[in-house]
């Protein structure tokens, strides 16, 4: 197993980076990672934390692609960033995983044209973990990379999502709910409308019928699916709950899991390979996180599973 | 004045709806009010309560429409219940405002047959009250009335709660944002992206560009529009932090701005009158902020300011 971390991604690389990658070290091998980013700058930090760099393979990329820079232009002029030879290393499976805290745009582009999406997906999708009030926790897609979806897709959604759940979160028979403004089946925009019945007919998803905004943070569905606009919104105001719980010093352990640290990162659901898409402010932690949950996505071959049920 | 108070309708109703007249009654006159429902239970209960019933305006109605009846075949057939007679009354002009904590869908079916729309209008909108992080109030619309929306209809909403903002919050020049997954402009599903040049070229409104999920609750835009779909979701999520923060025993003089008793109801903006809905939990200080609320409206003309702005 090779883990690519792309070590210059994100407003704290590469020092963060190298904090979590030492991290990880404490209970993971060295061999299950490939560093990808400025050879000469990451073997001094890595000495300057204890680490002999020669335990470590490292890929010597020689540019960074910015936070906010044009991913497709980015991309296609820095064919040394480490993002770029990320996506290469992955593509020619020199890596079986890629992850990076950088331009989330570039790592969706870099997806797109890199790795192959599953046999049978109309989209990849992006998720979020939703942290429920009693303690459990659940699994929202799309966060925002189709921001109009079709009912296929969000039925698709529903399998992604159950399947992660199971393999990742370690839900053994989760249910699906439809992000909707009513109980009732009929209610809604014309995507619920429509979607609704997708989702009942689905045999190998347990559906329970719509989830309405309060529910979210309830324990009513674990795998909760809606358009990327929806869940981008409702993404980003959790994230912002947990940033005015901080600032109004509120100390309370719900929302302390709030904490997008503890996530890392989120994977891309629907391609061959698993790629994490890392938080802009990503620190230790969420490095640490980021490799973890590249490691368990491997070792569980979700994207194999995925590939068998959307087969099914 | 009249204003005319469903005092039947609401899961603590008549008795919540008895203490928020009492509490209005020590600010304002009785013969702005116009109370309706089972006219000798309102009399015992308002004797109960030290009112003389003879003091106000009783209308007599029978009946009351259940909070989960259909709302379409209940009117139809319930012509005695207290929200068929508010409409009665309000179609007749003998009242010049109406407001229930009762069935929502019949105060939404009520307002569609009863009262005209603005001129100029495309839809009706339902909004809600945002409280934001510095202290300062915001509003959010379109909240559910219509959860397909045409980019007209956003723009309607973002002029329409801008004379609310106005009118009712005392914000002298407030900006609106288009609720969206990105800040520049093109980013968003098919309906935000055809949105943003409308809301640019309309000259009656500050508009500031497109707002993320995390500057909801940020002072970011005083108006916030959406379709009715996405803020439904805003909306419900919204309510349920503040009952996760109430559950979690979170002491938070912000989070307790969330409490909807505060902002009493919703009025229906884009009709000929005030017609405010109220949640069905109301109790006695929800009552009272309801009407105080319709006696603004009516003080302030809104809705004639609203088909004003709406023609110009």
Chains 1, 2 share one sequence.
Do not use: W
């Amino acid at each position: 197993m090779k883990i690519g971390i792309d070590m210059m991604g994100g407003d704290f690389a590469p020092l963060e980076a190298v904090k979590g990658v030492k991290a990880y070290l404490k209970t993971s091998s060295a061999s299950s990672l490939c560093l990808i980013g400025d050879k000469s700058m990451l073997e001094k930090l890595l000495l300057e934390h204890g680490i002999d760099p020669t335990t470590l393979f490292i890929q010597h990329a020689a540019s960074v692609i910015g936070m906010h820079e044009h991913p497709t232009k980015a991309l296609k002029e820095k064919t040394d960033s480490s993002i770029a030879v990320g996506f290469g290393l992955l593509a020619a499976n020199k890596i079986d995983a890629f992850l990076s805290a950088g331009n989330t745009g570039a790592m969706l582009v870099g997806t797109h044209f890199s790795i192959k999406p599953l046999e049978g997906v109309i989209r990849p999708t992006i998720s979020t973990i939703i942290p429920k009030v009693d303690g459990k926790t659940g699994i929202l897609l799309d966060v925002g990379l189709n921001a109009d979806c079709k009912p296929e897709q969000l039925n698709q959604s529903a399998l992604m999502g159950t399947i992660y759940a199971q393999q990742i979160l370690g839900i053994e028979n989760p249910t699906t709910g439809l992000i909707n403004v009513g109980e009732e089946e009929g209610k809604g925009n014309q995507l619920a409308q429509a979607t609704y019945p997708l989702l009942k007919e689905n045999s190998s998803i347990q559906f329970i019928g719509n989830i309405e905004g309060r529910d979210i943070l309830q324990s009513k569905a674990d795998v909760m699916v809606c358009d990327g606009f929806t869940g981008n919104i409702i993404l980003k105001m959790a994230e912002s709950i947990y940033d005015i719980a901080k600032q109004q010093q509120i100390q309370n352990a719900y929302f302390d899991r709030f904490n997008f640290e503890d996530y890392g990162g989120t994977p891309i659901l629907g391609v061959a390979k698993p790629v994490l898409i890392g938080h802009g402010i990503s620190g230790e932690k969420a490095f640490l996180n980021m490799l973890l949950l590249a490691k368990k996505m491997i070792e569980k071959d979700v994207m194999n599973t995925l590939q068998k049920a959307l087969q099914a």
